[in-house]
């Protein structure tokens, strides 16, 4: 079963849709420091991350390879999905 990020979902399905994958959800679980590994079959979101000073970051594979890197989220909700 494919699974879908806060992004992708409502792409996806319609904007009234949950996401499997709830990214501010799963952030506020998460303490300082860890983060939660996720696939999103939308955009390949890899991580949900909570960095210093409460800042969440999102992994995301870089277009040139199969390493991740950290982005904010007003990165990441402005990168369209390729779906
Ligand atoms: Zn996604």
Do not use: H
Request: negative net charge; charged residues 20%.
């Amino acid at each position: 079963m494919a699974e879908f990020c806060t992004k992708c979902a409502p792409i996806m399905f319609g904007d009234n849709t949950p996401p499997d994958i709830d990214i501010n959800k799963i952030f506020d679980t998460l303490n300082v420091g860890e983060y939660m590994p996720v696939i999103c079959e939308g955009c390949c979101l890899a991580a949900i991350g909570k960095f210093e000073n409460n800042t969440l970051l999102l992994a995301v594979p870089k277009s040139d390879g199969d390493r991740i890197s950290w982005i904010d989220e007003n990165t990441f909700y402005t990168q369209k999905p390729n779906i």
